[in-house]
């Protein structure tokens, strides 16, 4: 089975600044997903970023990137420029890639809140 | 364009009732999946369903049930509540199995 951790409870940065989440991940597959998702306190889960195993690239959204270590299995964001409304939490996710139609649940870590000081 | 809508939005019960919950996934969307979310803690896989079929269930008990109906909504069925079952669950509903889920806001229970 899949595992993901998340070993910043919590993080706090200055407004405008960068900060980075950091997870890693147990896995003996060789071809998954990787998601980044944002849960403000309203509760809705948005996803923030996506990255496929297979592309060495790592993905970027405007202020958002990741640093994707597949031998390492970490998988880290980075929130540049940051603003009052990335306060939330957020949760890493794997989720394999799926065949025959299978199933593709996401496996999630605990999260960490991100604090932003105005 | 809606969104993936669930309802109620809180709910609570006392220990040993059963709760059902709804969910509606997004226009075209034929693939839903249930989490459960304690305080505290990432979501956890409950179920997938794609085209009224089961394609996944997690580490849950047999108390927990599901069910997608010809329009791809959804219900989640839980019986004989415990504490334990107090969470937020969420739903997230996507073009098919493969493709990206998109959440609900979730449904809150309590059981006292």
């Known amino acids: 089975a899949q595992t993901v951790t998340q070993s910043q409870p919590e993080m706090s940065v200055q407004e405008a600044e960068t900060v980075t989440l950091s997870c890693t991940y147990d896995?003996?597959?060789?071809?998954?997903?990787l998601f980044w998702y944002k849960q403000p306190p309203s509760r809705q889960m948005i996803l923030v970023i996506r990255q496929e195993a297979y592309k060495q690239q790592n993905a970027t959204e405007n202020r958002f990137s990741v640093n994707f270590q597949k031998a390492a299995k970490s998988f880290s964001l980075k929130i540049s420029d940051s603003q009052l409304g990335d306060a939330a939490m957020y949760f890493c996710?794997?989720?394999?890639?799926?065949?025959?139609?299978?199933?593709?649940?996401?496996?999630f870590g605990k999260g960490t809140h991100l604090i932003i000081q105005p | 364009d809606a969104g993936v809508t669930q309802s109620p939005t809180h709910l609570i019960k006392t220990r040993g009732q059963q709760v059902t919950l709804r969910c509606s996934p997004i226009s075209g969307h034929k693939s839903v999946s249930w989490y459960q979310q304690v305080l505290g803690q990432g979501p956890q896989f409950i179920f997938q369903?794609?085209?009224?079929?089961?394609?996944g269930r997690g580490n849950f008990p047999d108390r927990f049930s599901a069910r997608q109906f010809p329009n791809y909504s959804s219900e989640l069925n839980v019986n004989a509540l415990l504490l334990g079952d107090s969470a937020l669950y969420l739903c997230a509903s996507s073009v098919r199995t493969g493709y990206e889920q998109y959440f609900g806001p979730g449904t809150r229970l309590t059981v006292t």
């Open positions: 996710a794997y989720r394999s890639e799926i065949s025959g139609g299978g199933a593709d649940g996401l496996t």
């Open positions: 369903y794609y085209e009224k079929e089961e394609r």
């Open positions: 896995t003996s597959e060789s071809d998954y997903y």
